[in-house]
């Protein structure tokens, strides 16, 4: 059975009657899945400007949606979030203690709350990632790895070998980027480009991963991958222009299809034995000419698919059927069923603005 619903989210012209309106559907077992879980999910969309979070409180499917300027990678710490958006990286901390005083009371195990922003300026942001309390950038426009200092921009920290600089110009769609053994491991690429734009004539066939202690290919021929990560031992990632869920071994290159979805895949997260996958409606531009799944566009989705990863098929969904049109990343708040966030921008999510303030204490008088 199907669940509908219908959400007012502003737009990003930010005028108190800009609206659009979103409605999503749901399987019925997504909610129970979510309890069992005991899990929150968050989902990007640059397009539609929001950061969703994704919950199940009282038997029912709980959705909020967060104003963040062309959301896209989301890096989760166990005390923190941080949210890529345009030239900004804004980061977001967990008041605990706060959650079980929010209304309504007794919903909510966590509440984050906007705290700090990092101005990178517009660098292409995509996927991120924590390296303990460190947090790594895949800078697509400098086709590097970065990490933050407060004295600069982004200090770039890793490039693929055949990048010869650090130039403004996305020469090979660095995208995606696995964590493994606490440190950087996998990337993917589009393609092994050295050009301004280089990626783009043969991006239905260049995508490649590449291991970032060698630098080489540990497999190619993808079609516009994304979301590489490393879960329980093995190598996943997104064969996007195909729709895809794959298996690599890294040993052999060789890949196996674990599912295939009926959308443009991007947004990887994983809990017990089950994948949950970002999926998108593509675009009518030329950056999807010649991909293999435009041929079913009229087919494709826009949501998450949750994937049973023993029996290899999809289990349940949620799909926006208006509003939001692509998913950039997914992550997974593990042991948090219910999560309370605040944004930059309370006022753009019909929110009140919540103030963390230290404990009264005893009177001083002034020094003199």
């Known amino acids: 059975m199907d669940a509908a619903d219908t959400l007012a989210a502003d737009t990003e012209e930010r005028t108190p009657t800009a609206y659009r309106e979103i409605k999503f559907r749901h399987s019925g077992n997504l909610v129970p899945l979510l309890e069992a879980a005991a899990a929150t999910l968050l989902v990007s969309t640059y397009q539609a400007g929001k950061l969703v979070v994704v919950s199940a409180a009282d038997a029912k499917l709980r959705i909020k949606l967060h104003h963040f300027e062309q959301a896209m990678g989301i890096a989760?710490?166990?005390?923190?979030?941080?949210?890529?958006?345009?030239?900004?990286?804004w980061f977001l901390q967990n008041a605990a203690e706060l959650a079980p005083r929010l209304t309504p009371p007794g919903t909510f195990?966590?509440?984050?709350?906007?705290?700090?922003?990092?101005?990178?300026?517009?660098?292409?942001?995509?996927?991120?990632?924590?390296?303990?309390?460190?947090?790594?950038?895949?800078?697509?426009?400098?086709?590097?790895?970065?990490?933050?200092?407060?004295?600069y921009s982004f200090v770039p920290r890793w490039q693929p070998p055949f990048i010869t600089e650090l130039t403004a110009n996305d020469r090979c769609h660095l995208n995606g980027m696995?964590?493994?053994?606490?440190?950087?491991?996998?990337?993917?690429?589009?393609?092994?480009?050295?050009?301004?734009?280089?990626?783009?004539?043969?991006?239905?066939?260049?995508?490649?991963?590449?291991?970032?202690?060698?630098?080489?290919?540990?497999?190619?021929?993808?079609?516009?991958?994304?979301?590489?990560?490393v879960y329980g031992g093995r190598l996943f990632v997104l064969n996007s222009g195909l729709g895809t869920l794959e298996v690599v071994d890294p040993a052999s290159g060789q890949r196996q299809v674990v599912c295939e979805l009926p959308g443009?895949?991007?947004?990887?997260a994983f809990c017990g034995n089950l994948a949950f996958v970002g999926l998108s409606r593509i675009r009518e531009t030329s950056v999807f000419g010649g991909v293999p799944i435009a041929e079913r566009r009229d087919e494709l989705r826009c949501g998450v698919a949750v994937?049973?990863?023993?029996?290899?098929?999809?289990?349940?969904?949620?799909?926006?059927?208006?509003?939001?049109?692509?998913?950039?990343?997914?992550?997974v708040l593990p042991g948090v069923r219910s999560a309370s966030l605040t944004g930059p921008y309370p006022a753009h999510d019909d929110a009140e603005d919540i103030w963390v303030v230290p404990p009264p204490q005893p009177?001083?008088?002034?020094?003199?």
């Open 109 to 151: 195990d966590a509440c984050y709350l906007a705290r700090r922003s990092f101005i990178t300026g517009n660098i292409h942001a995509h996927e991120m990632a924590w390296v303990g309390d460190e947090l790594w950038i895949v800078n697509t426009l400098f086709s590097c790895l970065c990490t933050l200092h407060e004295n």
């Open 264 to 268: 443009y895949t991007r947004g990887l």
């Open 178 to 229: 696995a964590i493994d053994q606490g440190r950087p491991r996998y990337v993917t690429a589009m393609a092994a480009s050295n050009e301004p734009g280089g990626w783009r004539p043969s991006k239905a066939e260049s995508g490649r991963i590449l291991d970032c202690s060698t630098g080489e290919p540990v497999t190619q021929g993808l079609a516009m991958p994304h979301s590489p990560r």
């Open 76 to 89: 989760v710490h166990p005390q923190r979030i941080a949210v890529g958006t345009r030239g900004v990286i």
């Open 363 to 368: 009177a001083k008088p002034p020094a003199e």
């Open 307 to 331: 994937v049973d990863l023993l029996a290899g098929r999809s289990v349940a969904y949620l799909e926006f059927e208006t509003g939001v049109e692509e998913i950039f990343d997914v992550q």
